[in-house]
Nanobody
Framework: QVQLVESGGGLVQTGGSLRLACAVS????????MGWFRQAPGKEREFAAA????????YYANSVKGRFTISRDNAKNTVYLQMSSLKPEDTAVYYC?????????????????WGQGTQVTVSS
């Protein structure tokens, strides 16, 4: 059973930064494409960022491009999301997800395993 556990969420002021981490159990982390999604109250879960298996390719939603950076450490079975210049509209529960198929995808249905989420709140 693959388990994903997010950490690093919290309350931050507008313009501040946070780094989220997602630890993944199991021995096949390096074979997963990893993604970060977020869900604001009353809204659908939306794609934020994704990274391929070796970390050399990344993709971002337009809403976070230039402010968020996704990275991974395959030796530590962990994926990160560095968030800077945070805005109130970034407030959401952030989820990490693992995809067993090939290639980066932005649709949540293409991901096979999910964490429980971590709350990020940006105050104005």
């Amino acid at each position: 059973q693959v388990q994903l556990v997010e950490s690093g969420g919290g309350l931050v002021q507008t313009g501040g930064s946070l780094r989220l981490a997602c630890a993944v159990s199991g021995r096949t982390f390096s074979s997963y494409v990893m993604g970060w999604f977020r869900q604001a109250p009353g809204k659908e879960r939306e794609f934020a960022a994704a990274i391929n298996t070796n970390g050399e390719s990344t993709y971002y939603a337009n809403s976070v491009k230039g402010r968020f950076t996704i990275s991974r450490d395959n030796a530590k079975n962990t994926v990160y999301l560095q968030m800077s210049s945070l805005k109130p509209e970034d407030t959401a529960v952030y989820y990490c997800a693992a995809r067993t198929g090939l290639g980066i995808r932005t649709i949540k249905q293409n991901y096979d395993y999910w964490g429980q989420g971590t709350q990020v709140t940006v105050s104005s």
